[in-house]
C-alpha cells in the first residue's frame, strides 16, 4: 500500500511540476488528446503491436540460444511481451520488469532461461537507445542548426564510449556474473540456505549466458534494429499527432524528433518513475524539446497529452497479452 501511495505522490509531483514549469492546464492536455485524428492513433498502435512482434522474434533466438529445449511460439512470447511492457508499466520502480520472467514461465519456459531472455533483451534496448541518442546529439552538435547545443557534440561522444562498454558487457555477461558468483562463494554468503539456492539459480543462469553464441548475439542486435524503429515510430507519430511543433509551428526535423523521443524514453527507464509511469518520461520529453526551441508550455501538455495515449495502447495490447496468456495456461 505504501508504494502504492509513494508512487502516486510521484505522479502527481511530477505532473504538477509539468504545470508549472510550462504554465499550462489540465483543459490544454485534454484538447491535445483530442486533437489526434482516429487515423494516427490506429497507425501509432499497430505499430505498438509490431514492438511486441519484434520483441518475441529476439526472444525467441536468445532462448533458443541459451539451451532453452521448447521455445515457445512466436504468439505466446508476443503475447508475453504485451503483458510484460504492460505490468512494467504500472507497478512502482520499474519492479514489473520482473514480470517477463513469470509469464515467460507460464508457456514453459525455465526461470534461469527467462532471466537470460530478460537480461540481455533489456541490455539490447540500452545499447541501441544510447546509440541513437549518441549518433543524434552527434548530428545536431556538429550540424550547428541549433545555437547553444554544441555541447551535444560532446555528448553524443561520451554516450557512444558508453554504447562500447554496454556492447563489452553483452559481449562478456557470462563471464561477468561468473566473477560475482565466485566472490561470493568467497565471502560465504552461500553457506546460508537463501544464499545456497540463489548461488545455485546463479550458477545455472550463467550456464545459459555462456550457451548464447555471438552469432546468437549479433543476430539479437539485428532484431533489435526493427524493435527500436518501431519503438521511436511511435513516439513520433503520436507526438506529432498531438500537435508538438517548432518554436514557429514548423515541422520538427527528423534528428529533432529523435532527440526528444530518446531522452523521453530514457527518463522512463528511470526506477523513479511514479504511478503509471508519469514522471521522469515526461520530464524527458519536456527538457529534451525544450532544449529544441519547443515552447516550455508545448513540449509540457504535447509530453502529457504523448503519454496519455501511449498508455492507452499500451492498455489495450496488455490486456489482450494477459487475455491469451490466461488462456494458455488454463
Avoid at 550547428?144 to 562478456?172: E, F, K, Q, Y
Avoid at 527528423?254 to 503509471?276: C, N, T, Y
Avoid at 526551441?293 to 495515449?309: K, M, R, S, W, Y
Amino acid at each position: 500500500m505504501l508504494k502504492l501511495v509513494l508512487s502516486a505522490a510521484v505522479a502527481l509531483g511530477a505532473i504538477g511540476l509539468l504545470f508549472l514549469w510550462g504554465g499550462i492546464r489540465p483543459g490544454e492536455v485534454w484538447d491535445a488528446v483530442r486533437a489526434i485524428p482516429a487515423t494516427t492513433f490506429f497507425l501509432a498502435l499497430g505499430i505498438q503491436a509490431l514492438i511486441y512482434v519484434f520483441r518475441a522474434a529476439r526472444l525467441r533466438g536468445l532462448l533458443a540460444a541459451s539451451g532453452d529445449e521448447s521455445v515457445p511460439g512466436l504468439k505466446d512470447l508476443t503475447a508475453a511481451s504485451a503483458a510484460w511492457i504492460l505490468d512494467s508499466q504500472i507497478l512502482p520502480a520499474k519492479v514489473g520488469e520482473a514480470s517477463l520472467v513469470l509469464h515467460l514461465g507460464r508457456v514453459g519456459v525455465r526461470a534461469e532461461h527467462g532471466l537470460v531472455g530478460l537480461l540481455l533483451s533489456r541490455l539490447f534496448d540500452l545499447l541501441t537507445l544510447v546509440v541513437v541518442l549518441g549518433a543524434t546529439c552527434l548530428a545536431l552538435g556538429l550540424s550547428g542548426a541549433r545555437p547553444g547545443l554544441d555541447w551535444l557534440t560532446g555528448l553524443g561522444g561520451v554516450l557512444m564510449l558508453a554504447a562500447s562498454a554496454l556492447a563489452l558487457v553483452i559481449l562478456r555477461g557470462g563471464s561477468m556474473l561468473g566473477l560475482a558468483r565466485r566472490l561470493s562463494v568467497r565471502l560465504g554468503l552461500e553457506r546460508t540456505a537463501i544464499g545456497a539456492r540463489i548461488s545455485s539459480f546463479t550458477h545455472r543462469v550463467e550456464a545459459a549466458l555462456r550457451s548464447v553464441s555471438k552469432p546468437a548475439l549479433l543476430r539479437a542486435a539485428l532484431w533489435s534494429l526493427p524493435v527500436w524503429a518501431a519503438v521511436l515510430g511511435v513516439y513520433i507519430v503520436l507526438g506529432t499527432g498531438v500537435g508538438l511543433a517548432g518554436p514557429g509551428g514548423e515541422s520538427l526535423g527528423a534528428f529533432d524528433l529523435l532527440f526528444g523521443s530518446s531522452l523521453a524514453i530514457f527518463g522512463s527507464l528511470v526506477p523513479i518513475s511514479g504511478f503509471l509511469g508519469f514522471g521522469a518520461l515526461d520530464l524527458g520529453w519536456a527538457w529534451g524539446f525544450a532544449a529544441l526551441g519547443v515552447p516550455e508550455a508545448d513540449a509540457a501538455a504535447t509530453g502529457l497529452a504523448f503519454h496519455t495515449l501511449y498508455l492507452v495502447g499500451v492498455g489495450i495490447l496488455g490486456a489482450v497479452g494477459h487475455t491469451l496468456l490466461l488462456r494458455k495456461t488454463k
